[in-house]
Structure formats: C-alpha cells, structure tokens
C-alpha cells in the first residue's frame, strides 16, 4: 500500500473476517463468490465506477507486518463488511477490525450528531444465535445461503442469493459508499486477546 500525499480515502469496502486455519479450504471459495457478485453489482449501483476493496489475504504483502497494512487500510475504508461467523469473535484481528469503525462512529455521533451506516454486518454462520446482540448493528443474515460446498453456486439457491445482492445487500453497501464522512486520520486501536486467552 502505498501513502496517499491527498490525505483522501484509497479504499471504499474493506472485507473484514476470520480466516480458516492453515490448509482449511472450505469456505474461502464461497467467499470469493460472493464478493465477486457484491462488488459487481455495487460497481453498477455506482454508476460503474471501480470498486476499490481490502482483503488482508489478498491485500497484505509478503515480508509485511499484517497489522501495520490492516490498520493502514482501516484508516483509508469508508465502510466495513464483516463476514460474520461464530469464530469471527474469537479473532483479536476481527475485533480490532469491527472496533476501528465503532470507534469512528461513536466519534460522528459525538461530534455531530451523525450516523453513516458504516459497519456492514453479514452472518454467515449463526451458531448459537447470540450473534446479533455482539454484532449492534442491522445485518443480513445470509447463513441459509452459505456452503462449503462449491456445488452450491450451480444451484436455485445461488440464484436467489444472486438477486438479494442485487436487489438489497448492493444498494446498501453503494449507499455506505457514499454517505462516507469526509476522510480525517481515524483512530485505529491495535488488536487485544480474546478474553480468557493469551
């Protein structure tokens, strides 16, 4: 990532979640998927204007150190979409992640009374089903969608999960897009241990 002389946002959606274990492979295929459709679509909701999007496995350079690169393009985001599983809570990453944009919030609320809908929740995996109390903010659920299978995008239900995308999620990430506030240097908190752990 290269410093931006303007002091300008760089990045307008930054993919914040948990990644699977080394040699885990089951759900990055969906993953990209579905950001491939999301960001098709709010590319068109945007006039055709380019995308720009942050994903640390794709975004975060050999021989970097992870958390300088994320807190960079944290700060440089207008909005957040975090992928959200029941492990999404257990990451100090995630966490920081999801934190970094309360924080943001909480300061134009304060400040100015406003609040751009900045944090863009999707549950992938409900678990036990207290997910939305951590999450405090409106999300789509699209868990009756997500697969491990990468069969699941030959089937009826990929078709609907391809129109909720058009239809719902991308409106509202183009609208997030552009409500952004006016770029400012944001605060950006490093990442803690997940509570009861080292």
């Known amino acids: 990532m290269s410093a931006d002389v303007n002091g300008d946002y760089e990045i307008d959606l930054f993919y914040s979640y948990k990644r699977e274990p080394a040699g885990v492979k089951l759900t990055m295929t969906w993953q990209r998927q579905f950001s491939r459709r999301l960001e098709y679509y709010v590319r068109q909701e945007l006039g055709g204007k380019k995308l720009r999007t942050f994903r640390d496995v794709d975004d975060v350079r050999m021989g970097r150190r992870p958390w300088k690169e994320i807190a960079w393009a944290l700060g440089r985001s207008k909005c957040l979409l975090a992928l959200v599983t029941p ?7 995630c966490r920081a992640e999801l934190q970094a944009f309360r924080d943001r919030c909480s300061l134009l609320e304060k400040r100015d009374g406003s609040s751009p809908p900045l944090v863009l929740p999707v549950i992938l995996h ?73």
Do not use: K, M, N
């Open 87 to 93: 492990e999404y809570f257990e990451s100090p990453f």
């Open 126 to 198: 409900r678990g036990d089903g207290g997910l939305a109390a951590r999450l405090e903010y409106q999300y789509y659920d699209l868990s009756g969608f997500f697969a491990t299978t990468p069969a699941f995008w030959s089937t009826s239900g990929a078709v609907a999960l391809d129109r909720l995308i058009r239809d719902h999620l991308a409106p509202d990430v183009a609208a997030a897009i552009r409500q952004a506030p006016p770029y400012e240097e944001w605060p950006i908190a490093g990442p803690e241990p997940a509570p009861g752990r080292g």
